[in-house]
């Protein structure tokens, strides 16, 4: 071997390399012709290695590489819903190179390998690694198995599928031997399922047509050969050598198969042709005329990679790994009794990789005649993550996500939480929007209760009116008197709080509506409590202790009374603002699918409340103490069952706050508060009222008098 400095120069015998036609074969030469740069263009070797720059410089192909094999064989499986499948190839550098790119696709995606196994090579039918092999694919119970294998190696396993009577499964396999005759003449073969195959995308029929004709005409010429050799004598052996020249493989090549003769003569058409485009382009020869000059490997080797062109509508070119640009037919095997043939179902086109299947030219080969499933675990339902159950993440139980997750489909194993403005139902695959509630001024609920709220109001005008106008009578003075006013006011300002309840809450709103019934209601209860208190001192205080009330009214009492109280409920109120004030709350809490809008109650406005409530107690005691009293000042009856009523509907309204929520809650606050101020209207005012308008007779001093002398009698 002669060492040059370079290779610019360098001259070989040969500028171009065709074949050879098995991998093994070619990873040696282009090894070797990478060193010169020599193209080689191989029309069988499809291994992904040789893809390889770095390592083979001059290898191209016109066989597509088994990495678009492979990406056909996963698109497949994804296409029929195949999640459970089985590996298995031959041992050889094509098997085992297929089956390594094929499980690193696979295991990146969401089909798992169930079993990866190796088919041993020169072996028959009697091997017990086959038959051990088979046993396995009966034990992990799945229905495809992928066969990454050669012709040589696919033959006895077969065989040993055919003996133990495997049925009703989807063979997939390589292009080496989908087609091969080796394969589909083992005898009862058509009982072991479906078969689907990869081939190289067929050339155009007329590319068929003319092989056959040249096939043809080489048997002929073969034949001549022969009874010419058979008259004996040299004139024998000189037609002999005449026919050699001609074509010296017609014997074996017309014994071959006839699709594989007509896919791989025309691989080697195209690897030829690709040769005579880039000595073409190279010699200029488009001008008309080609040069004459030295062709140098390298030379050649950048216009072989460039070519571009058209054969029997077969687009022949080259990427930068050297491989051909070409796709695969997906094929069926069908059966008509013992006749085999194959059917075109489909196909996979590269740059973009695609995949195409035609569904009415599939014919499963199934008791059913439907597509068989390959799954290790039924789908889960939407809405339901997936619960691992062993390394094959394809075996899994199927768990419902709970309340306020969602199943996001990029991760199907783990359950997402909502957002805090959002919730999801159990077993949900999406969030929703939460409904925002509070008690809207719109909602037939609210205009009932704002109803109410304006006739109490407008009920506490009108007896403020007819208590102006009859000032003077004796029922308005027992009332009161100017007292009426004060508390028929303070009334009026607990039923204007109860409007800040409606509507969005602000905090405007949150900070007033407490303080502003807690402060204007007790007021009415102070009101209350020093009109009982003053007419108990005069029937029966009086007597035992005069100066009681004499200290009573030279104090004026009622009125410090008033405001005392009436300023310990405003510190109460204002120390619970300050230290907790009432603000605008989004409550998540209450629902799952509402946000309750409210004010956040404050921990210090119970001394408020309970201020309120021990007030409310207090009139009520001094209410029941006057009993006995005269008609005219008697207001125990109906007093007493006012406040009792009054107490009810706070005892109500305090324990449905742990139970109540949002606008429940705060209609329930309305309504409790509405049934005090009406049962307090009802109780005091309404029936003085009464006596005004219907009774008159009754509302004057004889007849006030006429009941203080009775009172005076019975004591």
């Not at 012709?151 to 080496?176: K, L």
């Not at 502003?516 to 205080?541: D, E, N």
């Not at 100066?547 to 300023?567: C, H, I, M």
């Amino acid at each position: 071997v002669q060492l040059l400095p370079t290779f610019q120069r360098y001259e070989p015998q040969a500028v171009a390399v065709i074949g050879p036609d098995s991998t093994q074969l070619a990873l040696t030469t282009a090894a070797i012709l990478g060193i010169f740069l020599v193209p080689e263009i191989s029309y069988e070797a499809s291994v992904e290695t040789l893809s390889l720059k770095r390592l083979y410089p001059s290898f191209l192909r016109t066989i597509p590489s088994d990495r678009q094999q492979v990406k056909a064989i996963f698109l497949l499986l994804q296409h029929f819903g195949w999640t459970w499948v089985v590996l298995l190839g031959s041992d050889n550098t094509y098997g085992r190179a297929g089956l390594d790119a094929l499980h690193k696709l696979l295991s990146a995606s969401d089909v798992c390998v169930a079993y990866r196994g190796t088919i041993p090579t020169n072996s028959d039918a009697s091997n017990p690694e086959l038959h051990n092999l088979v046993r396995i694919l009966t034990d992990v119970r799945v229905n495809v198995t992928i066969v990454f294998s050669n012709s040589q190696s696919a033959r006895p396993f077969f065989e040993v599928v055919v003996q133990r009577n495997i049925t009703g499964m989807v063979w997939v396999g390589s292009e080496d031997w989908s087609l091969s005759q080796t394969i589909w003449q083992v005898p009862g073969i058509q009982t072991i399922g479906t078969v689907i195959g990869m081939t190289v995308e067929k050339p155009e029929s007329v590319m068929l047509e003319r092989f056959e004709s040249w096939k043809m005409v080489e048997e002929d010429a073969v034949a001549k050969c022969a009874s010419t050799a058979e008259a004996g004598g040299e004139s024998a052996g000189s037609a002999w050598l005449d026919c050699t020249q001609h074509c010296t493989g017609c014997c074996s090549l017309t014994a071959a198969p006839n699709t594989y003769d007509a896919q791989a003569s025309f691989n080697v058409y195209s690897a030829v042709y690709a040769v005579a485009h880039g000595l073409h382009n190279l010699l200029g020869c488009a001008s008309g005329a080609c040069s004459k000059g030295t062709v140098y490997p390298w030379q050649l080797l950048q216009k072989i990679r460039q070519v571009n062109f058209t054969l029997y509508k077969s687009r022949i070119s080259f990427d930068a790994s050297g491989d051909i640009r070409k796709g695969y037919d997906i094929v069926m095997w069908n059966w008509s009794g013992s006749s085999w043939a194959s059917h075109v179902i489909g196909t996979f086109h590269v740059n973009p990789d695609r995949l195409s299947i035609d569904p009415g030219k599939v014919l499963w080969h199934t008791k059913d005649g439907q597509a068989p499933t390959s799954v290790c675990s039924k789908a889960c339902q939407p809405g339901e993550r997936r619960l691992q159950q062993s390394r094959h993440r394809c075996c899994f139980s199927c768990v419902a996500c709970p309340l306020g997750t969602f199943l996001n489909r990029s991760d199907p194993y783990s359950c997402q939480a909502c957002g805090l403005d959002e919730w999801a139902p159990a077993g949900s695959e999406a969030c929703f929007n939460r409904t925002v509630e509070f008690l809207s001024w719109s909602e037939t609920l609210s205009w009932v209760l704002l109803t109410l709220a304006v006739l109490l109001m407008l009920l506490m005008a009108a007896l403020a009116v007819l208590f102006a106008l009859n000032a003077s009578t004796p029922v308005v003075k027992s009332a009161g008197g100017k007292m009426c006013f004060l508390m028929l006011g303070s009334l009026a300002c607990t039923c204007s709080s109860l409007f800040f309840y409606f509507g969005e809450p602000t905090r405007l709103a949150c900070l007033l509506r407490m303080p502003l019934f807690a402060i204007s209601f007790t007021v009415f209860l102070s009101c209350v409590a020093t009109r009982s208190f003053q007419i108990l001192c005069i029937f029966k205080l009086n007597v035992r202790c005069p100066a009681l009330y004499d200290a009573w009214l030279r104090r004026q009492g009622p009125v410090l009374f008033v405001a005392a109280s009436t300023a310990v409920q405003a510190m109460l109120c204002l120390a619970a603002e300050a230290t907790s004030p009432s603000v605008p709350l989004r409550d998540y809490g209450a629902q799952p699918d509402r946000v309750m809008l409210q004010c956040a109650p404050s921990a210090a406005a119970g001394a408020a409340t309970a201020y309120t409530v021990l007030l409310s107690v207090g009139c009520f005691a001094l209410s029941y103490a006057g009993t006995d009293l005269p008609a005219g000042y008697n207001e125990a009856k109906s007093l007493t069952v006012s406040l009792l009523l009054h107490l009810g509907c706070s005892a109500a309204v305090l324990c449905s706050q742990g139970a109540l929520r949002g606008r429940a809650e705060a209609a329930a606050k309305v309504l409790g508060a509405l049934g005090t101020l009406g049962a307090l209207l009802g109780g005091y005012f309404v029936p003085r009222a009464f006596v005004i308008l219907l009774r008159p007779q009754q509302n004057t001093v004889e007849h006030f008098q006429m009941a203080i002398q009775a009172y005076t009698r019975r004591r």
